[in-house]
């Protein structure tokens, strides 16, 4: 699975170009018994396994020994802190990072003596980590350079300023009834900045008003915002008004 899909795309050329090196690792190889046991059942009865601490220990001290040096260990959990574009640009100032993919009901709890951060993409819960832990790795290798053809792409990727991105749009100007907005065919780039912050800050008022406490605004930004939220705060009470018959 994981090596089906480091063979594509983005990530799968920046391996292909030695941006990045990913191993995968089977704890299977690292457990002593016939059975190349990696889980056993939970004390304290339950349903379910769960997976064993020294195979896992033992891939670890593998990985230290063959890398050199302490690791960054993340473990991919719906217990962790949410994934974000932040965490994802923290990780890739380190030199090596492991990634360790629960399975079953997840990992005997003694591992986490050996991982830095326990690490969710999200509230559900899925068959394996191993998912997230792709998640991570291709949103981590988009920060290495030259792994995304125009660095400034990434710099510009939503949330690296903690806004929703604007709008996008490509030819044909009309498909049916529908134009491309005008100001992206002016050729004015300063009116197309701020028609494109103005709708990221558009958004992100609408949909995601939390990411705005944390955002980074210039002071282009807080006056549109400013602007936007007297709009949003009149039609607000224009429903209000609405609502209540008056
Ligand atoms: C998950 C998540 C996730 C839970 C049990 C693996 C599964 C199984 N990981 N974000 N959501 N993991 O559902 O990171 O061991």
Redesign the pocket.
Known sequence: MIEASLAEGVVGRAIERGLIDVAIHDLRNFTADRHRSVDDVPYGGGPGMVMKPEPIFKALDAIEARRGGRPTVLL???Q?ARFTQAAAERYSSSKNVVLLC?????VDERVLSRVDEE????D??????EL?ALVVVDAVARFVPGVVGDDQSVAEDSFSRGLLDFPHYTRPAVVGAERVPEVLLSGNHAEIRRWRKRESLARTLVRRPDLLEKATLDEEERRLLAELQELQDGRIAELQNRKTGQ
Not at 102 to 106: I, L
């Open positions: 991919t959990t719906p962790g629960g399975r079953y009901e997840g690490v969710s993409i999200g559900y819960v899925l068959s394996g980590g997230p």
